[in-house]
């Protein structure tokens, strides 16, 4: 069982966060997808934090997310290169020097992100249905806001669906320094992101091996086990 949300501060905000499993146990860190938070994981961490083997299991709560802070108003509060700080603060925070990290859409973003800018700190990295940072053509239209409370920030969905539309190609770029083995889960063409841009990732990155669970886009939801049975394994090695 997890306990209770728990938070921690870095320099620049507080963050929220879930953790399962023995102290002293393997760290894994699993990144939530626009809209959610930590909890959405709950069903893929009890599993790794189970015997045999358990993990040491932490699901943050990004920024603009759940009970994280909302920066609302601040220049740059939302972009995908301050979500990938955060997470290096919160590892910094807690003491946690290398990791393996399992990033779910725009988790996975801020992860490949992490594992660009600091690779020593990644020992394995999963994608699940993560694109590659290509233009869209056409464009992502603005999102309309659904008149009720929300469980995150609109202005985070406004920013990063400006910068989804305008990768910066540095992403790109520097897909070569993901030096780590990494693992990408695509969920086929029920998914809404389109697969060959998963491909592409997969492809862009040196040590990659993509695998296809045709669940839809909420892979670890939808096809837990399917998806315990690729990404466990993986870690393991």
């Given at each position: 069982?997890?306990?209770?949300?728990?938070?921690?501060?870095?320099?620049?905000?507080?963050?929220?966060?879930?953790?399962?499993?023995?102290?002293?146990?393997?760290?894994?860190?699993?990144?939530?997808?626009?809209?959610?938070?930590?909890?959405?994981?709950?069903?893929?961490?009890?599993?790794?934090?189970?015997?045999?083997?358990?993990?040491?299991?932490?699901?943050?709560?990004?920024?603009?997310?759940?009970?994280?802070?909302w920066p609302r108003?601040?220049?740059?509060?939302?972009?995908?290169?301050?979500?990938?700080?955060?997470?290096?603060?919160?590892?910094?925070?807690?003491g946690i020097d290398?990791?393996?990290?399992?990033?779910?859409?725009?988790?996975?973003?801020?992860?490949?992100?992490?594992?660009?800018?600091?690779?020593?700190?990644?020992?394995?990295?999963?994608?699940?249905?993560?694109?590659?940072?290509?233009?869209?053509?056409?464009?992502?239209?603005?999102?309309?806001?659904?008149?009720?409370?929300?469980?995150?920030?609109?202005?985070?969905?406004?920013?990063?669906?400006?910068?989804?539309?305008?990768?910066?190609?540095?992403?790109?770029?520097?897909?070569?320094?993901?030096?780590?083995?990494?693992?990408?889960?695509?969920?086929?063409?029920?998914?809404?992101?389109?697969?060959?841009?998963?491909?592409?990732?997969?492809?862009?990155?040196?040590?990659?091996?993509?695998?296809?669970?045709?669940?839809?886009?909420?892979?670890?939801?939808?096809?837990?086990?399917?998806?315990?049975?690729?990404?466990?394994?993986?870690?393991?090695?």
């Open positions: 069982m997890a306990t209770d949300p728990l938070t921690v501060k870095t320099d620049t905000l507080t963050l929220a966060y879930r953790v399962w499993g023995p102290e002293g146990a393997p760290p894994v860190v699993l990144l939530h997808c626009r809209g959610a938070d930590g909890a959405d994981w709950t069903k893929i961490a009890e599993r790794l934090a189970a015997p045999p083997g358990p993990r040491r299991v932490y699901a943050p709560d990004l920024r603009g997310h759940g009970r994280s802070d108003g601040e220049p740059g509060a939302y972009t995908h290169e301050a979500m990938r700080d955060d997470v290096r603060a919160f590892l910094a925070a807690l290398r990791t393996d990290v399992v990033g779910h859409s725009l988790g996975g973003v801020v992860a490949y992100l992490l594992a660009q800018r600091h690779p020593g700190v990644v020992r394995r990295l999963v994608l699940e249905d993560v694109p590659a940072p290509l233009p869209l053509d056409p464009p992502r239209p603005p999102a309309e806001r659904p008149d009720k409370e929300l469980p995150f920030d609109w202005e985070m969905v406004r920013a990063t669906d400006e910068q989804r539309n305008a990768s910066d190609p540095v992403w790109w770029d520097h897909m070569d320094r993901i030096t780590m083995p990494t693992l990408l889960i695509g969920g086929g063409p029920a998914s809404l992101i389109p697969q060959d841009l998963v491909t592409a990732l997969a492809r862009r990155i040196p040590d990659a091996r993509l695998v296809t669970v045709d669940a839809g886009h909420r892979v670890h939801e939808r096809r837990p086990e399917e998806f315990l049975a690729v990404v466990e394994p993986f870690l393991r090695r």
